[in-house]
């Protein structure tokens, strides 16, 4: 129940918020302002029937339904609300996932993992490269070339090489320098699954050394040869089929 002085404070911050809104100039923040303070001193002078002042009411508790009506009430902010961000939430703001991969990021792949299969023309003569590499650098090592990821296991020529470089590990041979020299790789067209890949061939007199160092022997040379590898597609990528052999150079 007010009093008189109550309802005179009262009614002087009823005048004042009507002449502040009728001024017409003053921002709505100004106002929310002046209704907070007449709130406030309505609050302060209300008490019970003795006369007693009953103060602020006391805070809700949390998640009570009347905790944002006692803050409107006594003109307190209501903070936003916190929410985790979920899948449309990250489309709307253009965040990025933890598990999708960003521009230049690793995302899902992991680093270092296999290179992804190349199956243009041009991979196929990396292949055929690759292959004479290896039993180049077996050759010069003294073991036995492993061409698991350059040859199929019945290409015939291939076989032969094989069987050279197992000789050299057998007898702990090896040779002083690369047997091989490979020239002019040119990939052709692909068909399906297929390709074939032309080069020149040397293969150079090469000088033996036992475990030692010492001289083991020599293996011939044989004249430059062109050449044909068939390639054919698997999963993995390029894989020599076979290679052939044609007494003189190509032109």
């Known amino acids: 129940m007010r009093t008189d002085a109550e309802s005179s404070?009262?009614?002087?911050?009823r005048r004042l918020v009507i002449a502040t809104v009728s001024a017409g100039t003053v921002p709505v923040a100004a106002v929310s302002v002046v209704l907070t303070?007449?709130?406030g001193v309505s609050l302060a002078g209300c008490g019970d029937a003795q006369g007693r002042s009953a103060g602020a009411p006391p805070p809700a508790r949390p998640g009570s339904a009347t905790s944002s009506g006692a803050a409107a009430g006594a003109g307190a902010e209501t903070p936003a609300s916190t929410t985790t961000a979920?899948?449309?939430?990250?489309?709307?703001t253009g965040a990025a996932d933890p598990g999708e991969s960003t521009p230049?990021?690793?995302g899902g792949a992991s680093a270092g993992g296999p290179a992804a299969r190349d199956d243009s023309p041009a991979g196929a003569g990396r292949i055929v490269s690759a292959y004479y590499g290896e039993i180049n650098a077996a050759a010069q090592a003294g073991r036995v070339a492993d061409i698991s990821a350059t040859a199929l296991p019945g290409c015939q020529t291939c076989a032969l090489d094989v069987g050279m470089t197992r000789y050299l590990d057998q007898t702990g041979a090896r040779a002083a320098q690369a047997p091989y020299e490979i020239t002019g790789l040119a990939a052709g067209a692909r068909r399906g699954t297929v390709v074939d890949v032309r080069f020149a061939a040397t293969t150079r007199a090469v000088g033996l050394l036992?475990?030692?160092g010492r001289d083991a022997g020599q293996v011939p040379a044989v004249p430059t040869r062109s050449a044909v590898a068939q390639l054919v597609l698997t999963g993995p990528g390029w894989r020599i089929q076979n290679i052939t052999y044609a007494a003189g150079q190509r032109s």
């Open 86 to 92: 979920g899948p449309d939430a990250t489309a709307a």
């Open 9 to 13: 404070r009262f009614a002087a911050c």
């Open 210 to 212: 036992d475990p030692a």
């Open 37 to 39: 303070l007449c709130a």
């Open 104 to 106: 230049g990021g690793t």
